[in-house]
């Protein structure tokens, strides 16, 4: 992609971004001390690909803007409420219930009209909030007549900021309305930040939300806290899923599924067939292994109990979503498990699912359930969001073939490519 414009536009002709209008938009602003390369691409899919809530059903309840000008976005967000602006290089963390989304949604219900990383140095003349991350009230904006987040001539009202800092001295917890007024020239956001502060808002600065994010500043062409997300160990082992699965009205003669938990089996028991072939697949060796001693032994207690004492890998039980665990188990036991484990056979291939696609049998009907294989984290660290989406399209085109699963823009999709 040549230029943001063409990223922008490749997201969203794509993606299903505004299909359901929701009370918030996400504005992703390119950041105007580089140029557009690589990097920025990088740093743009950083922020819209993090930028989608969890547990939002994906892109299509994901309302975006993209844009150069903040004012102009704004403006052009009349169906929305609240906003939450992004430079490009943002990075929100996915941690599932302390996210950028559960402190924007606490802001929400807020009285407050702003909140984000306020700035205001005592040597020089007028303060604002940097854009790499800005909670705003679209409705109270809307209310100040709409003021300008670009550089303004003019005259502000004097702040008065806490005696304390987040941190250094130009960082106060909050700025509200000083006496008397000054003259300024060339301030970024001196219009927004003056009638927000004359109308009697507070503006506050982030607290705990700072945890939830980082900033790359882009023109570093490098940040410590990329280097730690990208470099941070992948090795998770899934014992349990929360999926739900989906309804499909065929049997299958072969069943591809991630060696995750017990979702191929249970994809066998509701889709196979006496002659079903079953094969579980995945790039991490240890998912393998822990798939195959289950089969092994045949014994889900003991092989949890195994894997829980691993010192070098994640073994994730879903414990932050108990619910979902406890419905998974009422439709298909542990017991149930194992005996699909007795009754047949499963044939495990370490592979990358993104070198495929697998090379299916066109004289059988296939199942290929993908799971968010194509919305995972780690994997816009590895290769361009096209390139993502072209390899999902291929799986799409495989002959007499289902695919089930989430695409790069977080959206579940179930292909069919059968003759009857």
Not at 163 to 184: F, L, Q, R, W
Not at 230 to 246: A, D, F, H, S
Not at 254 to 263: E, R
Not at 409 to 414: I, L, P
Request: overall charge negative; hydrophobic content about 30%; glycine content about 4%.
């Amino acid at each position: 992609m040549q230029t943001f414009d063409d990223f922008a536009k490749y997201v969203l002709d794509n993606s299903r971004h505004n299909e359901n209008t929701t009370d918030s938009v996400h504005i992703i602003v390119d950041y105007p001390k580089i140029e557009w390369d690589d990097w920025a691409e990088y740093m743009a899919t950083l922020t819209w690909f993090s930028g989608i809530p969890l547990s939002s059903g994906g892109s299509k309840n994901s309302n975006v803007v993209f844009t150069r000008n903040i004012t102009d976005a704004l403006n052009k967000c009349d169906a929305h409420d609240y906003a939450i602006i992004s430079y490009i290089g943002s990075f929100y963390y996915s941690e599932h219930d302390n996210n950028i989304w559960t402190f924007f949604n606490k802001f929400k219900n807020s009285e407050h009209i702003a909140r984000g990383h306020l700035l205001f140095h005592p040597d020089k003349d007028y303060g604002r909030l940097h854009p790499q991350t800005i909670f705003l009230n679209l409705k109270m904006w809307r209310e100040l007549g709409r003021p300008s987040f670009e550089n303004y001539d003019g005259k502000v009202i004097n702040y008065a900021r806490s005696t304390s800092n987040v941190h250094d001295d130009y960082t106060p917890h909050y700025v509200k309305a000083g006496e008397g007024y000054e003259e300024v020239k060339n301030c970024e956001q001196g219009e927004f930040i003056s009638k927000a502060l004359e109308a009697g808002h507070t503006l506050l600065n982030f607290d705990l939300e700072r945890n939830t994010k980082f900033f790359c500043y882009p023109e570093r062409r490098h940040a410590i806290a990329l280097d730690h997300e990208r470099n941070r160990n992948p090795n998770i082992v899934y014992g349990r899923n929360n999926e739900k699965l989906p309804e499909f009205n065929r049997k299958y003669d072969v069943i591809y599924a991630p060696a995750a938990g017990n979702l191929a089996e249970r994809l066998y028991a509701k889709f196979g067939h006496e002659g079903t072939k079953l094969v579980q697949y995945d790039n991490n060796m240890d998912s393998i292994l822990f798939k195959q001693q289950m089969w092994t032994i045949q014994d889900v207690k003991a092989t949890f109990t195994h894997w829980r004492r691993k010192k070098d890998l994640i073994f994730d039980e879903c414990e932050y979503k108990p619910e979902l665990v406890e419905e998974s188990l009422k439709d298909f036991s542990d017991e149930q498990w194992e005996d699909v484990i007795k009754s047949t056979y499963c044939e495990f291939v370490h592979m990358d699912i993104m070198d495929g696609p697998i090379r299916v049998d066109p004289d059988k009907t296939n199942l290929i359930y993908l799971s968010n294989i194509f919305s995972y984290n780690f994997i816009i660290h590895k290769m361009k969001i096209e390139d993502i989406h072209n390899k999902f399209k291929e799986y799409c085109e495989l002959p007499n073939t289902t695919i089930y699963g989430k695409n790069i823009f977080k959206d579940t999709v179930y292909n069919e490519n059968h003759l009857c």
